[in-house]
């Protein structure tokens, strides 16, 4: 259910799919003295981004606070690669892809000179260079989403994004 308020609040906060902005109305004099007007409080500061990944350093996995309750149902297939320190999914293995957005429990390690993705109890389940297969659905960097990341994503890790459902077996 989360994650159908959450693809809701995506789609309804993005700029091209809001309804038309209602033009101002200027307001009627009054005779009455009036307060100073009230400014909107200004957005907090979005936290610095992450330096990109260096040769033979391991990636951080862009991972959402919290698992989902249910998943779009989208196939993404291609090669997991690593690209400036981010991981995506390419269609070829040469194209840059989908960076994906992980569900919470995976991680990164190097194993000798292979980066491996593991999931919370220790077990690899993809490699980079290797194919990869996951459910999901192409989403857009709200400020909803960005909210759900368990830290700012890399200023290298540009689009196009992948919500991550689930993996499967290539």
């Known amino acids: ?11 309804a906060c993005h700029p ?28 907090a500061p979005e936290p610095a ?9 391991i990636p951080v996995l862009p991972e959402l606070r919290e698992t989902s309750n249910s998943f779009m149902e989208a196939l993404l297939s291609g090669t997991l690669i690593e690209q400036s320190g981010c991981l995506r999914v390419s269609p070829d293995g040469k194209q840059p892809g989908h960076l994906l957005i992980w569900q919470p429990g995976y991680g990164a390690r190097r194993t000798g000179d292979r980066l491996e993705i593991v999931d919370s109890t ?4 993809a490699r980079v260079g290797e194919p ?23 200023a290298a ?3 196009p994004y992948w919500l991550m459902g689930q993996l499967q077996t290539p």
């Open 49 to 57: 981004a992450q330096p990109p990944g260096s040769a033979g350093s």
């Open 132 to 154: 990869l297969r996951t459910g999901g659905g192409e989403v857009r960097l709200t400020d909803a989403l960005r909210k759900q990341l368990k830290a700012p994503l890399d």
């Open 157 to 159: 890790c540009v689009g």
């Open 16 to 43: 091209d799919t809001a309804g038309p902005t209602p033009a101002a109305t200027p307001a009627a004099p009054t005779s009455a003295p009036t307060s100073p007007p009230v400014s909107a409080p200004a957005p």
């Open 122 to 125: 220790g077990k690899v389940v």
């Open 1 to 11: 259910m989360r994650l159908f308020a959450l693809c809701l609040s995506l789609f």
